[in-house]
């Protein structure tokens, strides 16, 4: 599977953004998706994710209640709509797959980047105040 993010940018506090990540590979319905930020000098910090048929979420305190993750199986797409952004939302996102952690949306551990397979180039977002 191949992952590409798009739809950063640089925004003020408050404002919203929706980033997509596109999947060119045919068993992108197989795939438990995520998204993942990091800042310069910190680890790369779990943000959502969603199991492959879209049924279940899972959403890090940090963004709970402003970020949505959904995603289009026919589209081969996965989307981040996020609201109420801040400047602690300042970071470079990224796009991850799996095809093994449905059964982990639930769990402690699925937010461990070392989880993940597959990994897409990410796209900055930048929040100023």
């Known amino acids: 599977v191949q992952l590409q993010a798009s739809g950063g940018g640089l925004v003020q506090t408050g404002d919203s953004l929706r980033l997509a990540c596109a999947n060119s590979?045919?068993?992108?319905?197989?795939?438990?998706m995520a998204w993942f930020r990091q800042v310069p000098g910190k680890e790369r910090e779990f943000v959502a994710a969603?199991?492959?048929?879209?049924?279940?979420?899972r959403y890090s305190d940090s963004v709970k209640g402003r970020f949505t993750i959904s995603r289009d199986n026919a589209k081969h797409t996965v989307h981040l709509q996020m609201n109420g952004l801040k400047p602690e939302d300042t970071a470079v996102y990224y796009c991850?797959?799996?095809?093994?952690?449905?059964?982990?949306?639930?769990?402690?551990?699925?937010?461990?980047?070392?989880?993940?397979?597959?990994w897409g180039q990410g796209t900055q977002v930048t929040v100023s105040s």
């Open positions: 590979g045919r068993t992108f319905s197989l795939y438990t």
């Open positions: 991850v797959a799996d095809r093994t952690l449905d059964r982990m949306i639930r769990q402690q551990g699925i937010e461990r980047p070392r989880l993940w397979d597959e």
């Open positions: 969603i199991t492959s048929n879209g049924a279940n979420t």
